[in-house]
């Protein structure tokens, strides 16, 4: 019987006041997607940074003719320095941090090169021996580089030393900026989701006051009277959350799983089932967010 009523008073809320449960599920749909485009922001670095720091590698460029590097003053490297630099590559006090490397010469720089600015104006305007040749090492621990850098910076023939893991860290600085400003945009949405419930949530317990009245008058208790308020703007913001999830669902499906991994096919991106963990999460903030934003309002607004 109890269940009934409650039931028959959430439908009959629910009615009466559609325009503002409306409104309330479009409001938490919208924050709660930014809270979940920040978690799957999170969850793409985290993705990123598993997948290419074991592919990092440390660039040790060698000098040319045109290098004017401190380290160059002698001219282009010659075969004697790097076979030099070579055998300390394969030497046990450098091989213990390195897992595999390979030399790349000037013309199969300039020929990578010419594949990567194939589309652009500036293809032609380079010669294959204005690029430095270069040895291409991978590392057992990404985080050694210091050590490769310091053991060769110094040595004659070399020009450079790079690691791909300082661009990296740049892209992951961007990306992590980002998701704090999705961060910022979801907590001003969500201050305005819980404005929203509790006026949604007042208009009804007005339009029902003289009902609340009569039942707390027969003995009914404050929980009776306040669930179906707090069901109605639980039940909204529930449905806001399932459209938050289905929305990232989507995103991660037909934009990062179709359009974007055809685009870029060497990038790890997430996937929809990665973009389903949320979902629990965003529908368990949206019930609490309702339930919390309720409560605060009835005991102002409810006189029983």
């Not at 930014?34 to 670095?45: D, E, H, K």
Request: aromatic share 8%.
């Amino acid at each position: 019987m109890r269940a009934a009523f409650i039931l028959g008073e959430i439908a009959g809320g629910l009615r009466r006041n559609l325009t503002m449960v409306i409104s309330v599920i479009l409001v938490t749909f919208v924050s709660l997607t930014f809270v979940g485009a920040a978690g799957m922001l999170q969850l793409q670095i985290n993705q990123m940074k598993g997948y290419w720091y074991d592919k990092v590698q440390v660039a040790i460029f060698l000098c040319n003719g045109t290098s004017k590097t401190p380290g160059c003053t002698s001219g282009a490297v010659t075969d004697d320095q790097r076979k030099a630099l070579e055998a300390l590559l394969a030497s046990p006090a450098v091989a213990q941090y390195v897992s595999d490397y390979h030399y790349e010469s000037q013309n199969e720089a300039y020929q990578h090169y010419r594949e990567q600015f194939a589309n652009s104006p500036i293809v032609d305007s380079v010669t294959p021996d204005q690029l430095p040749a270069s040895f291409r090492v991978n590392l057992k621990d990404p985080q050694k580089y210091e050590i490769i850098s310091e053991t060769f910076s110094s040595r004659p023939g070399v020009r450079l030393v790079s690691d791909q893991r300082q661009v990296l860290e740049r892209l992951f600085s961007v990306m992590n900026a980002a998701s704090l400003v999705a961060i910022v945009i979801a907590g001003v949405m969500t201050i305005c989701a819980i404005l929203l419930i509790a006026t949604t949530i007042r208009l009804s317990a007005f339009s029902r006051r003289r009902e609340t009245g009569i039942m707390r008058l027969v003995g009914a208790s404050k929980l009776m009277i306040q669930l179906p308020f707090v069901l109605e703007g639980a039940i909204a913001a529930v449905i806001g959350a399932v459209l938050a999830s289905t929305t990232l669902w989507a995103v991660a499906k037909f934009f990062l799983g179709d359009v974007l991994t055809a685009q870029y096919p060497g990038t790890a991106f997430i996937s929809p089932s990665q973009t389903l963990m949320l979902a629990p999460l965003l529908i368990a903030m949206g019930a609490v967010l309702a339930g919390v934003s309720s409560m605060l309002t009835l005991r102002r607004y409810l006189k029983v």
